[in-house]
């Protein structure tokens, strides 16, 4: 059984609280900050035996469809035609506002169904507000308190007849054959988190792929402030896009709510399979694109390199030599990361960058078997032996690959110790040419080799 339930309601009403309480888990961010949430963000939620999918949206205000809260509006009305029933929370401390008034006015309008939230519930202070939720003529509030998970066995009475009415439309649809659910991927799908700094492009690069206007997007920077994820498909390929906020230096960041955001948006690389790094191509590769890439290699994610707003360009051939040989001396140690060349705007070559997205996962999945790595450890120690260490040469006697995503490799070694980084860097740079390994971290552990003769007394002679 599952059914999608959309939060709404005005700003700082406890949405996010509600949608974190109902996920299980700190999924959505929550500030005592009005108007955190600008996209909606959807989970799967529980209570008790009832599962569902849940929507948390943003503010509902009364603006110019131009402005930002215009846009975050339009954004909650999309949500909203997607649920199944809603929950407008107030905030009971409050009392009912002439705000929340006339949205609950629209959504009477609307088709549908509206289940009213009395939010803040906990000890005496939201009676009275309680109270005044009965005049919003959308049927008894719910009074629960979101921090504190009181009220949920009440919400869950509310929502039954909802389930149990998608459960026999469900049920109706499979009698019928028009079920669309199909065998579940049994790895998953591919998680690609979309990174860079404030105002690249990062959301339109979202909404273009997904060929709808699922995003906030607009000229003002910051507007993404949570981790974005959203399932879509490309040639077959199940997807989970997550689109993230902009991330700036350290140092210039001050606010409390932006920190938390960045924090969000290393929590999406370090889920990611692939991660593509988004650039200005009018500013590629400044300092902070570097310690973001380097960031991204270091959680051992798989890197694309992605140049947005390449229709910009006056001499695009130089501009994409010059990329090319700065990522390639700033970031030695993933030679190759795949570079390609976009403009979300206009949808310029965003099947070129899926392709490269898909190609480089596979590497970062790939496999090599220990018969063939043992031959290649043993055609490079010959071409270029180890160097001595206190006068005696270090010996690798076996190899093997240990996991992958991404590729690591074992190697024992008579002195793992005096194997100097020079010679890894050598068989890491082997290993990329040799095996196709290229544009994706590569790890090699070192270990002690077991002497046979360990243990053993020694024979007098």
């Keep these: 059984m599952s059914f999608t339930i959309a939060i709404v309601g005005r700003p700082n009403v406890g949405k996010s609280t509600l949608f974190n309480r109902l996920v299980g888990k700190r999924l959505a ?50 949500a909203l035609a997607a649920a199944d029933v809603a929950l407008l929370l107030i905030d009971a401390r409050s009392g009912v506002t002439p705000v929340d008034e006339h949205f609950a006015a629209q959504l009477r309008k609307g088709a549908t169904p509206v289940i009213v939230v009395a939010n803040k519930c906990e000890g005496r202070a ?116 997550i689109d993230t906020a902009g991330l700036r230096r350290r140092a210039r960041i001050s606010e409390k ?38 960031q991204v290699v270091d959680e051992g994610r798989a890197l694309v390199v992605a140049a947005n707003k390449w229709d910009l360009i006056r001499d695009p051939k130089a501009a994409l030599r010059g990329l090319q040989e700065r990522l390639a001396d700033s970031l030695p140690q993933v030679r190759g990361v795949p570079v390609v060349t976009v403009s979300a705007l206009e949808g310029r070559n965003l099947e070129k960058l899926m392709h490269a997205v898909i190609r480089v996962y596979d590497v970062w999945n790939r496999r090599v078997p220990t018969a063939k790595l043992n031959e290649w450890l043993a055609f490079m120690t010959d071409a270029h032996p180890p160097p001595l260490a206190a006068g005696r040469r270090v010996r690798l006697r076996y190899m093997t690959q240990i996991k992958t995503r991404p590729p690591t490799f074992a190697i024992w070694t008579s002195r793992p110790d005096a194997l100097a980084d020079s010679y890894i860097r050598y068989l890491v740079n082997g290993l990329r040419e040799d095996f196709g390994l290229d544009g994706v971290p590569l790890r090699v552990n070192l270990r002690k080799g077991k002497n046979p003769y360990e243990g053993r007394a020694r024979k007098r002679k």
């Excluded at 999918?53 to 809260?69: C, Q």
């Design 29 to 78: 961010l929550v500030d005592d900050t009005p108007g955190v949430t600008r996209d909606w963000r959807e989970g799967e939620g529980r209570i008790a035996d009832m599962s569902f999918r849940v929507l948390d949206t943003a503010g509902l205000e009364d603006a110019a469809e131009e402005t930002l809260a215009g846009r975050m509006s339009r954004q909650t009305l999309q």
């Design 257 to 294: 709510l932006e920190k938390l955001s960045g924090s969000d948006a290393m929590r999406a690389v370090r889920y990611a399979h692939v991660v593509v790094l988004l650039l200005d191509a009018e500013a590629p590769l400044e300092k902070q694109d570097l310690t973001i890439a380097r």
């Design 126 to 241: 939201g009676v009275a507000g309680l109270t005044e939720a009965f005049a919003l003529g959308l049927g008894d509030p719910v009074a629960v308190s979101a921090e504190h998970g009181e009220g949920m066995g009440d919400l869950f009475d509310a929502l039954r007849p909802h389930a149990d009415e998608a459960e026999a439309r469900q049920s109706a649809a499979a009698r019928a054959g028009l079920s669309e659910a199909g065998d579940a991927e049994e790895a998953g799908p591919l998680q690609l988190a979309i990174v860079g700094r404030p105002n690249v492009g990062k959301s339109t690069l979202v909404n273009r792929l997904l060929g709808a206007e699922r995003l906030l997007t607009g000229p003002e920077a910051g507007i993404t402030r949570d981790s974005i994820a959203v399932d879509w498909q490309f040639r077959g390929h199940p997807i989970r896009l």
